[in-house]
T-cell receptor, first 115, second 116 residues
């Protein structure tokens, strides 16, 4: 079946612009995660949704970062007034309903470059 | 603080030889342990996970990993490496009692290079 999809795959923004990154999880997956992967680093947790509820946003680096999942399926990560340090790959992952042991399945990521 | 260490930035191995990619963790309790692989310009692909039971876990593409509680390690292994195994490998942990979040904590990754 179809995996997690993300769009756009690449985004170039000028410093100060707002960007919106989209994630389409695997159909039926309840949990959705956003991670940020800086160059040469492992992914770092940003935020977590269970259905439409944002249960953890402790990893969002500043109030310029905002995520939503209004209908419990597609999610959007928005970054306002982008800065150069926001340049990274943004990964989305989803996992099925069940237990904490469920595997997270990742999308291909969106590579954001802020000039 | 919870952390995952992958002490080798790069591992080089000849095709056909066994490979080991090391991972140690420092977290409270007994976490769930995962390995993911990342190919260029692609997302993370799940390889295997340890939840409970047998310390040797078998996963995709002939990979396996051995959980060692006393050494807090979860090393990834394969008996015979293939050139196509060349990729970036990430170890990750998830807290067994994480409250509302099932977030993964990742290591910094190890680049595996298999020479023909």
């Amino acid at each position: 079946g179809a995996g997690v999809s993300q769009s756009p795959r690449y985004k170039v923004a000028k410093r100060g612009q707002d960007v919106a990154l989209r994630c389409d999880p695997i159909s039926g997956h309840v949990s959705l995660f956003w991670y940020q992967q800086a160059l040469g680093q492992g992914p770092e947790f940003l935020t977590y949704f269970q259905n439409e509820a944002q249960l953890d946003k402790s990893g969002l680096p500043s109030d310029r970062f905002f995520a939503e999942r209004p209908e419990g399926s597609v999610s959007t990560l928005k970054i306002q007034r982008t800065q150069q340090e926001d340049s990274a790959v943004y990964l989305c992952a989803s996992s099925p309903p069940g237990t904490i042991t469920d595997t997270q399945y990742f999308g291909p990521g969106t590579r954001l470059t802020v000039l | 603080a919870q952390s995952v260490a992958q002490p080798e930035d790069q591992v080089n191995v000849a095709e056909g030889n066994p490979l080991t990619v090391k991972c140690t963790y420092s977290v409270s309790g007994n976490p769930y342990l995962f390995w993911y692989v990342q190919y260029p310009n692609r997302g993370l692909q799940f390889l295997l996970k340890y939840i409970t039971g047998d310390n040797l876990v078998k996963g995709s593409y002939g990979f396996e990993a051995e959980f060692n509680k006393s050494q807090t390690s979860f090393h990834l292994k394969k008996p015979s490496a293939l050139v196509s195994d060349s990729a970036l490998y990430f170890c990750a942990v998830r807290m067994r009692y994480g409250g509302a979040t099932n977030k993964l904590i990742f290591g910094t990754g190890t680049l595996l290079a298999v020479q023909p």
